[in-house]
Antibody, heavy 115, light 107 residues
C-alpha cells in the first residue's frame, strides 16, 4: 500500500535551518507530485509547495519563496523539504502529501523553534 | 489564487443529527475537492475525494456533493466518534488551498 514515512521531530533555534525527509513506497515515486503542507499549533493547514519527483521541478507558495527548497533523491524514493532562517512562527507539523486522486499523507514531522 | 471559505467555523449537534458543512471556492475548481477529518494529535484523514467519492473504510454516514464552486460534506447521523475538525481542500492545481476548518462537537 502507499506509504509516506517522514523523518523524526526536530528542535531548532531561530535562524537555523531544518531539512525534513519523506520516503515514498508502494507506488511509482516519480509518478505523482509531492506537496508539503504545514500546520502550526491549533491552526489550519497551509500549503507550502510541490516537487515533481520525475523532473525535480518545483513550485513554492509565495510566502515561502527564498526560504524553502524542495528536492528529491529518486534512487531512494525520498523527497526533502528544507526551510532556512527559521522563526518562532515556523514551529509546526510538516506533512508531505502525494498528489493523487486519493491523496496520501505522511505521518508528519514536528518542528519546534525555540531559543 | 483561489480561496476556500468553509462554514460554519464550529457547530454543536446531538447524536443522531444530520450535520452539513459547506465549502465555497472563489473560482471554479471542477470536482477536485477533498474533505478531511482531523482529531487532536492525528494526521488529517481523507474522507471524501473528487467531491463525492467516499474513501475506502470511511463510514457511509459521510457523504460529499457539489461541483464548480459550492460543495457540501454531510454526516447523516452524527456519532460521538465524529467529534473532530473538518477541512475542505481544493487540489485541481497549485497552489492548493484549504478551508479554515469546522469544529464539530456533541451537544
Amino acid at each position: 500500500q502507499v506509504q509516506l514515512v517522514q523523518s523524526g521531530a526536530e528542535v531548532k533555534k531561530p535562524g537555523a535551518s531544518v531539512k525534513v525527509s519523506c520516503k515514498g513506497s508502494g507506488y511509482t515515486f516519480t509518478g505523482q507530485y509531492l506537496h508539503w503542507v504545514r500546520q502550526a499549533p491549533g491552526q489550519g493547514l497551509e500549503w507550502m509547495g510541490w516537487i515533481n519527483p520525475h523532473s525535480g521541478d518545483t513550485k513554492y507558495a509565495e510566502k515561502f519563496q527564498g526560504r524553502v527548497t524542495m528536492t528529491r533523491d529518486t534512487s531512494i524514493t525520498t523527497a526533502y523539504m528544507e526551510l532556512i532562517n527559521l522563526r518562532s512562527d515556523d514551529a509546526a507539523i510538516y506533512y508531505c502529501v502525494r498528489d493523487a486522486l486519493q491523496l496520501s499523507w505522511g505521518q508528519g514531522t514536528l518542528v519546534s523553534v525555540s531559543s | 489564487d483561489i480561496q476556500m471559505t468553509q462554514s460554519p467555523s464550529s457547530l454543536s449537534a446531538s447524536v443522531g443529527d444530520r450535520v452539513t458543512i459547506t465549502c465555497r471556492a472563489s473560482q471554479v475548481i471542477s470536482h477536485y475537492l477533498a474533505w478531511y477529518q482531523q482529531k487532536p494529535g492525528e494526521v488529517p484523514k481523507l474522507l471524501i475525494y473528487l467531491a463525492s467519492t467516499l474513501q475506502s473504510g470511511v463510514p457511509s454516514r459521510f457523504s460529499g456533493s457539489g461541483s464548480g464552486t459550492d460543495f457540501t460534506l454531510t454526516i447523516d447521523s452524527l456519532q460521538p466518534e465524529d467529534v473532530a475538525t473538518y477541512y475542505c481542500q481544493k487540489y485541481n492545481s497549485a497552489p492548493w488551498a484549504f478551508g479554515q476548518g469546522t469544529r464539530v462537537e456533541i451537544k
